[in-house]
């Protein structure tokens, strides 16, 4: 039975973009569950991530939860010269200690150590930009680039 699309066909070409990014790298004791690590991501150990995508280039510190979440990783890899450019020097990433739960995060966000993502509240609206933030029907979406500093509690 003939197949309506084939990816073999010469005829209608399908092109995929190569990255040609490291494999991830998922140190000990990390459970990863119900989820997608995109390529050249680093989660560090004693980590948990589950029911969450996690995108490319994306850096995870040790004892992390992140649980329900979409975070869509970095543009770019980021040396320590680079980041000291950036006040504080936060990396990229989720910080050590940290807890996020239904978030989206998008690139390049600079989250510190011991966040806590929850929405404990419940709160449905907020408009934090200032802050790095904003909540919509519930959901925290971190915005590009922003950054959460260090023992911030949403």
Sequence with gaps: ??????????DAPIYTMSRFLPPSKVLDNVLIKNSIIGDGSNIKSRSRVENSIIGLRSLIGEDVVIEDTLMLGSDYYETMEECAWVPGCLPMGVGSGSHIRKALIDKNARIGENVKILNKEGVMEANRE???????????????????PSGTVI
């Excluded at 039975?1 to 990816?7: I, N, V």
């Excluded at 919509?136 to 971190?142: A, F, H, L």
């Design 130 to 148: 200032s802050e790095g933030f904003m909540i919509r029907d519930g959901i925290v979406v971190v915005i590009k680039d922003s950054v959460i």
């Design 1 to 10: 039975m003939p197949s309506c699309c084939s990816f073999y066909d010469k």
